[in-house]
Nanobody
């Protein structure tokens, strides 16, 4: 059974940093991509970043480029999202999601493309 478990969310002041973790288990193959999504109250779930476990390629949403960094620690089957220079607009529940494939692909932000989701972790940025 595939499981994704997020952790690391919390309350932080504007300008601060957080690091989210997504621990993956149950995969029987190495060809998959993991993405971070977020959903703020009353808004649709949006893609934040994606990393290919196969080749390490990464992509980011424009809103987080230069502030967020996604990384993968294969030995621990864990994907991280380092979030710096946080602002109140980053407040949301953050989810990690996984789908089979060697790369993130041009439409990596499509919610329907993902087969597995974590339970989410709340990130709140105060002004």
């Amino acid at each position: 059974e595939v499981r994704l478990v997020e952790s690391g969310g919390g309350l932080v002041q504007a300008g601060g940093s957080l690091r989210l973790s997504c621990a993956a288990s149950g995969f029987t193959h190495d060809d998959y991509a993991i993405s971070w999504f977020r959903q703020a109250p009353g808004k649709e779930r949006e893609g934040v970043s994606c990393i290919s476990r196969t080749n390490g390629n990464t992509v980011y949403a424009d809103s987080v480029k230069g502030r967020f960094t996604i990384s993968n620690e294969n030995a621990k089957n864990t994907v991280y999202l380092q979030m710096n220079s946080l602002n109140p607009e980053d407040t949301a529940v953050y989810y990690c999601a996984a789908r089979r494939g060697q790369s993130c692909g041009s439409r990596w932000y499509g919610v329907g493309k993902y087969d597995y989701w974590g339970q989410g972790t709340q990130v709140t940025v105060s002004s």
